[in-house]
């Protein structure tokens, strides 16, 4: 069972990068994905997750309106479309699988990709 994020790079402020998390090992759609993220000195926090079907998603309230999630289960990936990205959106983002129901909290998942770095500075 392996998740891998990728995607993430050097982007100026206002631009634009998308994340992708690939599930090798496991069938995608009975799996809720969810998108975390960790800054330097800072703890671990949510920032979107998204229902195996696809029908609820949620989004913080700083990636609300700039960041969008949607999932293509036929390929086995969940995409992260991050918009008008920020210096403060700078962090290693990480994606996580759990069965069924979708959650934003990072203790409810079972599986965990190995990170993607997204550093915004011009």
């Known amino acids: 069972v392996q998740l891998q994020a990728s995607g993430g790079g050097l982007v100026q402020p206002g631009g634009s990068l998308r994340l992708s998390c690939t599930a090798s090992g496991f069938t995608l759609n009975t799996r809720s994905i969810g998108w975390f993220r960790q800054a330097p000195g800072k703890d671990r926090e949510g920032v979107s997750c998204?229902?195996?079907?696809?029908?609820?998603?949620y989004y913080s309230d700083s990636a609300k309106g700039r960041f969008t999630i949607s999932r293509d289960n036929a390929k086995k990936t969940v995409y992260l479309q991050m918009n008008s990205l920020k210096p403060e959106d700078t962090a290693v983002y990480y994606c996580?699988?759990?069965?069924?129901?979708?959650?934003?909290?990072?203790?409810?998942?079972?599986?965990w990709g190995q990170g993607t770095q997204v550093t915004v500075s011009s």
């Open positions: 998204i229902s195996t079907g696809a029908d609820e998603t």
């Open positions: 996580a699988a759990r069965r069924f129901s979708m959650s934003k909290a990072d203790y409810d998942y079972d599986y």
